[in-house]
């Protein structure tokens, strides 16, 4: 999580973009013009197989970092969709901003504070998929990060979890009778 420091200066020179329920903070090909901060809401990433099945690649709730973050600093079509889940805000820094900030100290090492968040975020993700069976990669999220199942539902958060969604329930039902939650 960013530092409430970090939180702050960021805040003070974005401006703030609303997205409703279902519309799009980037689309598939496009070119992420913005990287931001959650103010509020819930939005996640998602790429589709060539069976239009959508495969969640990430959760965003307050707070979060959000960005196709290779597309915004290479301005290259954007390999996924960050779609909201529901009505959301953003802090959002445009890539020009970004740009002109970068050149001052101050700035650049506030940019590292979030690329090195993403880069976390996605190492965490990515060890876990590796190494963790399906209810460990479970239990390590909820306990990363409580709040997912308030904000999204179960189809999602298995989806994130490369798993299926009656195995979800399966694991949470058998954790809910040994008295694991």
Known sequence: MLSPETLQKLIRISTIITIKRDDHFVK???ICRYIGIVKSGTLYSYFEDSDANTLVNELYSKQSVITSYRSFLYE??????????????????EKSVYRELMQYQEW???????SDE???NKCFKETSLIKLKARERYLALMQNR????????????ASYLKIRPETLSRIKSLDLHQGHK
């Open 118 to 120: 993403l880069f976390t």
């Open 76 to 93: 290259i079509p954007s390999p996924a969709y960050i779609k909201a889940y529901s009505d959301a805000e953003i802090y959002a820094v």
């Open 146 to 157: 409580p709040r997912l199942e308030q904000d999204f539902p179960q189809h999602l958060i």
């Open 28 to 30: 598939e090909d496009d």
């Open 108 to 114: 650049a090492l506030i940019f590292k504070e979030i």
